[in-house]
Antibody, heavy 116, light 107 residues
Framework: EVKLVESGGGLVQPGRSLKLSCAAS????????MGWVRQAPGKGLEWIGE????????NYTPSLKDKFTISRDNAQNTLYLQMSKLGSEDTAIYYC?????????WGQGVMVTVSS | DIRMTQSPASLSASLGETVNIECLAS??????LAWYQQKPGKSPQLLIY???SLQNGVPSRFSGSGSGTQYSLKINSLQSEDVATYFC?????????FGSGTKLEIK
């Protein structure tokens, strides 16, 4: 069974950084592109970015390119999202997902709240 | 960026009815279009990819169609468990973009 479990969320002060993790199981993690999508409370879905199998290609939505960094550790079957200079607009549920362009498996999501 | 305009924003239908949700792309996306269902408090679930391919395990009452800039999701014989918000998403061009969602309720 494919399983994606995000962790690392919580309450963070404006301007600070936070790193999310996504533990993958039930499939060969090395063989898949992975991505991050977020959803602000009561709002729609926003694509953050994606990373290919060997980390040689990483794509971001332009507005987040200078704030967020996606990485992966294939030995640990884990995807990461490093977020910096966080603001209230970054308050959202963050989902990791397996991607072919579309997303066939999603994690349960992790909440990040940016507030003083 | 490719803008995905989804309609209607909300929809109320009776059990057993057929509903259609539309998604209009701001440019040709060559059928690189997916549909997702998101139930309250849950993560999105893939229903349709490549505009008309049904994801494994998704009931056959869901179907997708369209080409170019116009796409639709059809739900036949509406069931109570179909209450959810539905999103379209294009993956033809970066950045990947989603429609704003259609909230489906039972009348």
């Amino acid at each position: 069974e494919v399983k994606l479990v995000e962790s690392g969320g919580g309450l963070v002060q404006p301007g600070r950084s936070l790193k999310l993790s996504c533990a993958a199981s039930g499939f060969n993690f090395n063989d898949y592109w992975m991505g991050w999508v977020r959803q602000a409370p009561g709002k729609g879905l926003e694509w953050i970015g994606e990373i290919n199998k060997d980390s040689s290609t990483i794509n971001y939505t332009p507005s987040l390119k200078d704030k967020f960094t996606i990485s992966r550790d294939n030995a640990q079957n884990t995807l990461y999202l490093q977020m910096s200079k966080l603001g209230s607009e970054d308050t959202a549920i963050y989902y990791c997902a397996r991607t072919y362009g579309y997303f066939d498996y999603w994690g349960q999501g992790v909440m990040v709240t940016v507030s003083s | 960026d490719i803008r995905m305009t989804q309609s209607p924003a909300s929809l109320s239908a009776s059990l057993g009815e057929t509903v259609n949700i539309e998604c209009l792309a701001s440019e040709d996306i060559y059928s690189d279009l997916a549909w997702y269902q998101q139930k309250p408090g849950k993560s999105p679930q893939l229903l349709i990819y490549n505009a008309n391919s049904l994801q494994n395990g998704v009931p056959s009452r869901f179907s997708g169609s369209g080409s170019g800039t116009q796409y639709s999701l059809k739900i036949n014989s509406l069931q109570s468990e179909d209450v959810a918000t539905y999103f379209c998403q294009q993956y033809n061009n970066y950045p990947l973009t989603f429609g704003s969602g259609t909230k489906l309720e039972i009348k």
